[in-house]
């Protein structure tokens, strides 16, 4: 791979990025009506890290972290029903009046995808790591004169 | 009331837990509020004709009800478990040091443990019973091994979990089989069982109770653990956590004691365990160990009285189980007050401590007293009763445990004589350390408790006879404070003297320590388990990737062979839109092509086009839920590809005509598996797929519109949750596998730890 074909890739992977979060917020919370949901939104968020890890922007850490919070929110949605005598995984739905947005009909559903999209990136993560992302944000050209 | 005294103590459990470091000592004495109030709850039941109930539906469609009921035994019990809980907390307000640092840690765990215990005693349903027994092993490890920088300590507190924990994997599938007999799962609700798949659970939860209650062969752990802190040893190796067997061979008695397993299996474990825990008694040098030796005997005593279930032995034996949670409490507490204040246990070493602790004398005297079955205590009316009923009974069995009952209590009286005249008896004056507050006042009410049950010996009556006609189901007698001049006075007055003299002779023995065989044999066969586990593990689990996959695609196939039968071409179509042709096609000449292609950058583009093609068959379907997720997953693993690849080489290894050939093999069954699979499904379709009635749900219950994620976060969220569950402890191996691998930094470690992750990172497919 030529120098000015790996830039033409960094640049495009810098300008791609943030439509690409864009869009995975638009899953994470289109979930509930439309396609999508925490899981198709983690993996978004999961792959632009890691397209970004492998151009040498940012080489992320936090995996195990992001994991162990995603438990513990989805284990909270799943257990906080318990505290005023429901079932487990009892669904709250709640309707808010938002100015310029109208009427948004959201519930304890958008805290479980937000937890399953932490558990997903988190584990997107730690799977770099494993594979060695450390050498990528050292020297972004490395791997390609390996190969 | 049920379900608040049990989250009052978790609430304290955490507030400990968070402020422990700050509190202190003084965390000890907060943590005995919770069995404070626990108590006070249980006297004002006391006589109460209703059982409280409480009964809580965490998941709906599941039979795991958390359920209890407190009747006349559990309302017994509780006051055993949070009075003398209680009584623990306060002593050990006197018996640590005050510098001490983990005193946090270990009021929460004793805490947790008292919380336990009573969920384990009020748990009605056999379900919750299971969770609180293996809660009280696990706190019981953790208090065990609380000087956890001792080998020794952690020797006995990993022999302590393994035999526990033993115990409860075979009290699991006992219950299962015993439900199952039963078809009832609340310990109320079980009636007699029948059949054979009833008699070996009967004999696992027999087992089970052995393991907890330190019965004869499993009883090497009990004594092991008094190397915990003296507040534990009183607290769960002689009042409660022991009691578990017990109480479990109680409850359960109604329903199992008509099988003759069960009573032959609960009379060997039981007067085994009264002769060998009594002649260990006879034998150890440590005081300490002399009660936990005399533990396991009585224990042995109230497990053969429970399996006898007559009316009368069970009386017996729930006067015992008050009885001895009372002496035996008492002279453990004493033991420890004289371990801290002269520095050691051994006999030995112990002399002219009745002049210098009369108040601990006095107590250990008439704790001692009950324990031998002497008069005007509380233990003399359970040995009259255990006595009687054993006199009771007919034919063989009446030998058996007439031998056992008699022979134990003559035992009983030596050991106790022995344990009297050792720690108090005349010898050369021990020097003290100066006395502690705390320490004397909880012992000196556990032994004068004794002797008030003796005096108001018609309140004990009532309670205790209202349990045993609960447990028995039959009108019970009643417990005598002067039986008058019978045939079991007699048996008695020769007990006792016989004892005397023996536990007279004994001590005049040379000293000589003894060797403990029982511990031996039981960390050599957690050894071998241990070792037998790691070779099967290295034949197992060989690291090789190829094998594990076609180990893996074997069984699968090999699971679809029995329906092979099912598969009715009636019900296949070939197609129903031409576009699925297409893309079948495109799906099967990706795959085949991987199997041909040299170059790993090859492999991975024809594994993408095989990916993207599926996710196109699921837009046709209708399915777009599922075809963004195998698109968007497609695309992380090409990222992952990348990574692996800068480690590996460019082509594959090994591209013989054979290796691909077998290869190809080992996909090709993977594939008719599948095919079998769906193929027999297809044909004995079960009702009609319930869309419509899940569209409802979602939008009523759910609320929201996309029915697939409304499946996943709502109607079926306990499975998301179980699946991200998995996800997260993949990501834990990753990272975990990462490490080890930048660790030995090798290149070929490092290859063989990418593979793996790429194959981690293919998961959420």
């Known amino acids: 791979m030529t120098d000015g074909a790996a830039s033409m890739i960094r640049l495009g992977i810098r300008a791609a990025s943030p439509f690409a979060v864009i869009v995975g917020c638009y899953l994470l919370f289109a979930g509930h009506n439309n396609p ?112 | 009331m049920i379900g608040g005294l049990l989250l009052s103590h978790a609430a304290v459990c955490l507030v400990l837990a968070a402020a422990g470091r700050r509190l202190g000592r003084g965390s000890l004495l907060v943590a005995a509020v919770p069995p404070a109030a626990a108590t006070v709850w249980g006297v004002t039941r006391l006589g109460g004709e209703e059982p409280a109930v409480a009964h809580v539906s965490w998941v709906d469609g599941l039979d795991l009800a958390m359920t ?106 006992g219950l299962l089989l015993v439900t199952r007999a039963a078809d009832a799962t609340l310990l109320s609700d079980l009636g007699p069982v029948q059949g054979a798949s009833a008699v070996v659970g009967a004999v696992l939860v027999m087992v089970a109770a052995a393991t907890k209650s330190a019965q004869v062969p499993f009883h090497a752990w009990l004594p092991g653990a008094m190397v915990a802190p003296t507040p534990v040893s009183a607290y769960l190796h002689s009042a409660t956590m022991v009691k578990a067997g017990v109480v479990l061979v109680a409850v359960a008695g109604p329903a199992l004691g008509s099988l003759a397993a069960w009573k032959a299996l609960g009379l060997a474990f039981g007067i085994a365990s009264i002769f060998w825990g009594a002649v260990g008694a006879l034998r150890h040098r440590d005081a300490k160990l002399i009660l936990a030796w005399g533990t396991v005997s009585q224990l ?24 001895h949670a009372l002496f035996k409490g008492a002279l453990f507490l004493i033991v420890g007050e004289i371990d801290v204040r002269a520095g050691t246990r051994n006999i030995d070493e112990l002399g002219g401590l009745a002049r210098s602790m009369p108040i601990a004398c ?48 003559v035992l009983t009286v030596a050991y106790t004589v022995r344990f009297l005249i050792a720690v108090f008896g005349a010898g050369p004056q021990t020097p003290l350390a100066p006395g502690r507050g705390a320490l004397p006042a909880p012992s000196v009410i556990l032994a004068a408790a004794g002797v008030a049950g003796y005096g108001a010996l018609g309140v004990v009556d009532d309670l205790v006879g209202e349990a045993a006609a609960r447990l028995s189901g039959a009108a019970v007698g009643h417990l005598h404070r002067w039986p008058g001049l019978t ?214 219950e759910g609320g929201g519109g996309n029915i697939v994620n409304v499946i996943l976060t709502d109607i079926r969220g306990l499975d998301t949750l179980g699946e991200v569950l998995v996800l997260a402890t993949v990501a834990l191996g990753v990272v975990a596998l990462a490490r080890a691998s930048s660790g030995t930094a090798s290149e070929q470690s490092a290859g063989t730890a990418s593979e793996r992750a790429t194959d981690a990172a293919s998961e959420p497919a």
């Open chain 2, 487 to 700: 045939l079991e006075l007699g048996v008695s007055a020769v007990v006792l003297a016989i004892g005397a003299l023996v536990g007279l002779a004994v001590s005049r023995r040379p000293p000589r320590m003894p060797a403990d065989l029982g511990a031996r044999w039981t960390d050599a066969s957690i050894d071998g388990s241990v070792a037998f586990g790691r070779t099967v593990c290295a034949r197992v689990q060989h690291g090789s990737l190829p094998v594990y996959l076609v180990t893996m695609t074997s069984v699968a196939a090999l699971a679809a062979t029995p329906f092979l039968a099912d598969v009715s071409v009636d019900h296949l179509v070939v197609w129903h839109r031409p576009l699925q042709v297409l893309l079948a096609a495109a799906v099967i000449s990706a795959a085949v092509a991987l199997c041909f292609v040299g170059t790993r950058l090859g492999a991975g583009l024809a594994l993408g086009g095989a990916g993207i093609a599926v996710a196109a068959i699921f837009v046709i379907h209708g399915a777009p839920d599922l075809a963004l997720t195998q698109l968007l997953v497609e695309a992380t693993i090409v990222v992952g590809f990348v990574l692996a690849f800068g480690h590996l080489s460019r082509s594959f290894p090994l591209t013989g005509a054979r290796w691909r050939a077998v290869r190809m093999a080992i996909a090709g069954l993977g594939g008719a598996a599948v095919v079998i699979g769906l193929g027999a499904a297809s044909a004995n379709p079960s009702g009609s797929p319930p869309v419509a009635e899940m569209a409802t749900a979602a939008a009523n």
């Open chain 2, 300 to 323: 042995g005593m109230l497990i053969t009285l429970f399996s006898v279930g007559t009316a009368h032995a069970v009386l017996a034996a729930v006067a015992l189980l008050v009885a």
């Open chain 2, 68 to 173: 209890f009921r407190v009747d006349a035994f559990a309302g017994i019990m509780t006051l055993i478990v949070s009075g003398i809980g209680v009584a623990v907390f306060v002593y050990a307000f006197g018996y640590f040091s005050a510098a001490d640092p983990a005193m946090g840690r270990f009021a929460t765990t004793l805490l947790a443990f008292s919380a336990a215990m009573l969920g384990l005693v009020w748990s009605d349903s056999v379900w919750s019973l299971f969770v609180f027994w293996e809660l009280t092993s696990v706190t019981s490890f953790l208090l065990v091994g609380h000087k956890s920088t001792d080998a020794g300590v952690l020797a006995a507190a990993r022999r302590a979990l393994m035999v526990t924990g033993g115990g409860g994997l075979a009290l699991l599938a």
């Open chain 1, 36 to 147: 999508g949901g925490g899981f198709a939104a983690g993996l978004v968020f999961g792959a632009v890290l890691a397209l970004r890890t492998v151009a040498g922007f940012y080489r992320p850490t936090y995996g195990i972290t992001l994991v162990a919070a995603g438990v513990f929110v989805v284990a909270g949605v799943a257990l906080m029903p318990l505290l005023w005598g429901g079932v487990l995984f009892d669904q709250q739905v709640v309707s808010l009046e938002v100015p310029l947005l109208g009427t948004i009909k959201t519930g304890s559903a958008l805290p479980f995808d937000l937890g399953v999209a932490a558990i997903v990136v988190g584990t997107v993560i730690a799977a770099l790591d494993g594979l060695g992302a450390a050498e990528f944000a050292a020297d972004p050209q490395a791997p390609a004169e390996q190969q």
């Open chain 2, 362 to 409: 006095f107590a250990a005297v008439l704790a001692g007293m009950s324990m031998a079955g002497a008069p005007p205590l509380l233990g003399f009316v359970a040995k009259e009763t255990a006595i009687a009923a054993a006199l009771d009974l007919e034919g063989p069995e009446a030998w058996i445990v007439g031998f056992g009952v008699i022979g134990g209590s």
